[in-house]
């Protein structure tokens, strides 16, 4: 079955509310873990308005399974990645003012640029993914750069879920999956995955991980972490 890493940003969002010190990332990722995930996501901003450097260094350390560590190519991000050796990090686009993610990465557009963070991360022995849209031209353009994952967009899917559009988003992941495959690339997904919309995803037999956050943060506030991350592994399997 597909693995879960739940992405914990949010934990850290309730925490910025006051600029205090709780709810605890660190607390949170072994709560997760113990739950039986099989990994802990984080998204380091540029602008630091949830996970924050320390929180990065620290869980490195507390983290008994995978950290992913979701990034950009700005430098000074980068330089806390190759400090605190994630076992994975994920580039993703950002923009100052998105509420989260908006789409993938455009490889092919700025191919230089993520090819010579893609070797320093590696450099460091850091699996390095890449977050695209089901696009066969940025997975070739992955495979160029020297990702060893690519992890498609799923927030399409996901956006229509329930409607014909929504089934055709289905498709267009599927075929992907497989392309990246034969390209020799591993296949994670994510992005607006939630309690109903998760199990196609997670059928697509390409892919290894998927990163899923709001929606089990979300259903912990009422029902606990522990029963949050449960349901959902329920799901996957």
């Known amino acids: 079955?597909?693995?879960l890493c739940v992405n914990i940003d949010h934990i850290a969002t309730l925490r910025q509310a006051r600029l205090g010190f709780f709810p605890d990332p660190v607390e949170a990722a072994a709560t997760v873990e113990k739950a039986g995930a099989d990994g802990i996501?984080?998204?380091?901003?540029e602008d630091r308005r949830h996970i924050n450097d320390l929180d990065v260094l620290r869980l490195r350390k507390s983290v008994r399974k995978k950290l992913n560590l979701e990034m950009s190519v700005a430098p000074d991000v980068v330089k806390l990645a190759?400090?605190?050796?994630p076992?994975?990090?994920t580039l993703v686009p950002e923009k100052r003012l998105e509420l989260t993610t908006e789409?993938?990465?455009?490889v092919?557009?700025?191919?230089?640029?993520?090819s010579r963070v893609i070797a320093a991360l590696k450099k460091k022995n850091i699996v390095v993914s890449l977050f695209i849209e089901p696009s066969n031209?940025?997975?070739t353009a992955a495979k160029e750069a020297g990702a060893d994952f690519i992890e498609i967009h799923t927030g399409r899917y996901a956006g229509n879920f329930g409607k014909k559009s929504g089934a055709a988003e289905l498709l267009k992941i599927k075929k992907a999956a497989c392309f990246a495959a034969a390209l020799g690339l591993k296949v994670n997904a994510g992005h607006g995955l939630d309690y109903e919309n998760t199990a196609h995803i997670a059928s697509i037999k390409e892919i290894v991980d998927l990163n899923i956050g709001h929606s089990i943060v979300a259903r912990a506030v009422l029902d606990g972490m522990?029963?949050?991350?449960?349901?959902?592994l329920d799901i996957l399997k």
């Open 137 to 139: 031209t940025q997975i």
């Open 87 to 89: 076992d994975e990090a």
């Open 41 to 45: 996501t984080v998204h380091l901003r």
């Open 1 to 3: 079955m597909a693995r």
């Open 108 to 114: 092919s557009g700025n191919l230089g640029k993520i």
């Open 82 to 85: 190759l400090k605190a050796l």
């Open 103 to 106: 789409g993938g990465l455009d």
């Open 226 to 232: 522990r029963k949050a991350v449960k349901d959902m």
